[in-house]
């Protein structure tokens, strides 16, 4: 069974770079699409974008130009880069799995199945 | 983007109630929505995929049916475990946005 696991900084300073981690056991990397999604303090989530092995990336057009999304086969992770962080980077931020090259089809690409138990990060200087 | 809006915003529901969960796309996604639940403190799980392919492992009371801009999640009887938040999500067109929330309580 498929288990993710968020790891990186809980506090990070405003004009930062905010980095996170998700380890992926139980299952290959190489099949899905690797999202992340973050939840601010009491409020919706919001999708930030996805990652594949191939290289190929899907980010939300609101966070683009601050983002950066990757994924290594060799370790079996997927990280997030963002740049330039504000206080309305505060937020819970899951790791997730979306869906295969055999399922995306049905499902859709945004769809995950999958989460990571999430981890808090704090903009605060 | 698309938006989502879900309704009732919250609801005071029973154990044993029939509860159903609206949610409207601002444009046409055929069937790409799913619905996730999620209890305080954790990670949301997704219930239904599809508008209507109830996720292995999920409880038969979940159902969710529609197409097009208009969806419903249903429960047929809750159970105390299901006082919880859920959200609707689009799959059809990047960004993939969810719905506000419907947060069920106990009357």
């Known amino acids: 069974q498929v288990q993710l696991q968020e790891s990186g900084p809980g506090l990070v300073k405003p004009s930062e770079t905010l980095s996170l981690t998700c380890t992926v056991s139980?299952?290959?990397?190489?099949?899905?699409?690797w999202t992340w999604i973050r939840q601010s303090p009491g409020k919706g989530l919001e999708w930030i974008g996805y990652?594949?092995?191939?290289?190929?990336?899907n980010y939300n057009p609101s966070l683009k130009s601050r983002l950066t999304i990757s994924v290594d086969k060799s370790k079996n992770q997927f990280s997030l880069k963002l740049t330039s962080v504000t206080a309305a980077d505060t937020a819970v931020y899951y790791c997730?799995?979306?869906?295969?090259?055999?399922?995306?089809?049905?499902?859709?690409?945004?769809?995950?199945?999958?989460w990571g138990k999430g981890t808090t990060v704090t903009v605060s200087s | 983007d698309i938006q989502m809006t879900q309704s009732p915003s919250s609801l005071s529901t029973s154990v044993g109630d029939r509860v159903t969960v609206s949610c409207r796309a601002s444009q046409n996604i055929g069937t790409y929505l799913s619905w996730y639940q999620q209890r305080p403190g954790k990670a949301p799980v997704r219930l239904i995929y599809g508008a209507s392919s109830l996720q292995s492992g999920v409880p038969s009371r979940f159902s969710g049916s529609g197409s097009g801009t208009d969806f419903t999640l249903t429960i047929s009887s809750l159970q105390p475990e299901d006082f919880a938040t859920y959200y609707c999500?689009?799959?059809?067109?990047?960004?993939?946005?969810f719905g506000q929330g419907t947060k069920l309580e106990i009357k």
């Open positions: 139980g299952g290959s990397i190489s099949s899905n699409y």
């Open positions: 990652g594949f092995h191939s290289g190929s990336t």
């Open positions: 997730a799995r979306g869906c295969s090259t055999d399922t995306c089809y049905e499902v859709g690409p945004g769809s995950v199945d999958v």
């Open positions: 999500q689009q799959s059809y067109s990047s960004p993939y946005t």
